[in-house]
């Protein structure tokens, strides 16, 4: 995801660094079956942290060197059609779940089971991840990232390191980190332990260690968004560097491929990372595994499928609702994009999610996308406004004063009118050529809702 934010950065006169960067990047056959989950328009990537101790990583279990490797790390990142949102979907590595007959390392079939979820990666590799995962979510993945222990140091080196807090003093010999409580940058070692100690912090369980590395991976999302490493030539470089030389992708994942990422997600930042662990509760047989909770998890799942948002719950004593509700904004919807129906689309989309749509149109041939509002509502406008612009995709817009003058106009029927009509300004819609979509509503059960980690989340846990 960074790698592609970066590489947008980067200007197509540079098509020979270009191809020495993509030279640096290691590809493998991506081959998940005949039987695939349908295209939704969504971009799905199967992350994967490998606790491999092959070459480099040897000092991290000489023992376990000739044992294969399992994946301590499964996440799916899930960006949206509209790519104005991206939720790092995290699979505890103890849930047992019913793996399906893959094809094995050494060529052998590996028989159907419920088995812990890492060891799909152990016996099958990166396609037996995916197969399972696909099977269990119903969720098509495009893509694969994987990284192991020496490969995530080289990464954040090149970003000079992620701040990171503890609530405690820490010393985990097994994940070789030994801080003093509160606030640290890390780098390299101190980077690794923190995303690998288990026992040290929390609860134990790796669902708390999940939750440590997304706060982590959203840290790193701000620095490379956020944190002037694309003005920085000297950064910039080490980065793409660390990045193509620490991963290994599938063979779709080409230098035009993620050139193709990057632009589509160019106006995402830190922010719209989120990330959430799939509902779990206790394995009957073992206490030390998990078991996906229905139906919380076959919700979430559907609700990813149907591309809703994942959003935070409110804070205690804290009211995030708008000051104006949608269902008090009386909207007329205008096309000025050329694009022939899209007046009747955008009202459709917004009356669905409670505005009161009064009127569609079109409007002279605009480039640009605004939101505008009578002088006479110069007091009311922009609160009622800033309920349109907030469900509107990609940076939120300010509302303007001035409405612009409709070429053609005609009422709009709602499916469901309000008893009453609500009093407030009529707020006016108008499409440019840059539309950029409207957010679809959150559905994420309740029950997950304060499980949701971002940028706002406390580090220190």
């Not at 090149?158 to 010393?171: S, T, W």
Request: with cysteine; hydrophobic share 35%; charged share 25%.
């Amino acid at each position: 995801m960074g790698l592609t934010v970066v590489l947008v950065g980067v200007t197509l006169g540079g098509y020979a660094y270009y191809r020495y960067l993509d030279s640096g990047i290691d590809r493998q056959p991506f081959n998940v079956g005949a039987s695939r989950p349908p295209e939704t328009g969504a971009l799905n990537v199967l992350l994967v942290g490998s606790d491999s101790r092959a070459g480099d990583n040897k000092k991290y279990g000489p023992k376990s060197q000739h044992l294969g490797e399992r994946t301590d790390t499964i996440m799916l990142l899930h960006i949206s059609p509209n790519r104005d949102n991206a939720t790092m979907i995290s699979f505890p590595r103890d849930s047992m779940v019913p793996i399906p007959e893959c094809t094995g390392r050494n060529g052998q079939v590996v028989p159907a089971g419920l088995r812990q979820i890492n060891s799909a990666f152990n016996d099958g590799g990166i396609e037996c991840t995916a197969k399972t995962l696909e099977s269990l979510t119903n969720i098509k993945i495009n893509h694969f990232v994987k990284v192991d222990f020496t490969g995530f140091k080289g990464i954040v080196d090149a970003l000079g390191g992620i701040e990171i807090c503890l609530p405690k003093p820490v010393n985990d010999p097994k994940a070789k980190l030994v801080l003093s409580a509160g606030k640290h940058v890390v780098k390299g070692e101190q980077a690794l332990g923190y995303v690998r100690t288990r026992y040290a912090l929390g609860d134990g369980s790796d669902l708390g260690r999940i939750q440590r590395q997304q706060v982590f991976l959203t840290q790193v999302m701000k620095k490379v968004t956020d944190g002037g490493l694309l003005t920085n030539p000297g950064k910039l470089n080490a980065f793409l560097h660390a990045a193509t030389q620490s991963v290994t992708v599938d063979e779709g994942l080409t230098l035009e491929r993620m050139l193709e990422i990057a632009n589509s997600v160019r106006g995402m930042t830190a922010k719209e990372l989120k990330g959430i662990t799939v509902p779990v509760e206790p394995y009957p047989p073992d206490k030390n595994r998990v078991q996906f909770a229905q139906p919380a998890a076959r919700d979430f799942f559907e609700n990813v499928r149907n591309d809703v948002e994942v959003t935070k719950s409110p804070t205690p004593g804290k009211s995030t609702a708008p000051a104006v509700k949608r269902e008090q904004v009386r909207l007329q919807v205008l096309n000025a994009s050329g694009e022939e129906g899209r007046a009747v689309q955008v009202a459709d989309a917004l009356a669905a999610q409670g505005f009161v749509v009064t009127q569609v149109g079109n409007a002279a041939p605009a480039d640009v996308t605004t939101i505008r509002y009578a002088k006479k509502d110069a007091k009311d406008g922009p609160a009622y406004g800033d309920a349109v612009a907030a469900r509107l995709s990609k940076e939120k817009r300010t509302p303007i004063e001035g409405k612009v003058k409709a070429l053609v106009s005609q009422p709009y029927t709602l499916k469901s009118p309000p008893a009453q009509m609500p009093k407030g300004p009529i707020i006016q819609l108008v499409i440019g050529k840059d539309w950029p979509g409207v957010r679809v509503l959150s559905a994420i059960p309740d029950s997950l809702k304060d499980k949701v980690v971002d940028t706002s989340t406390n580090p220190c846990l």
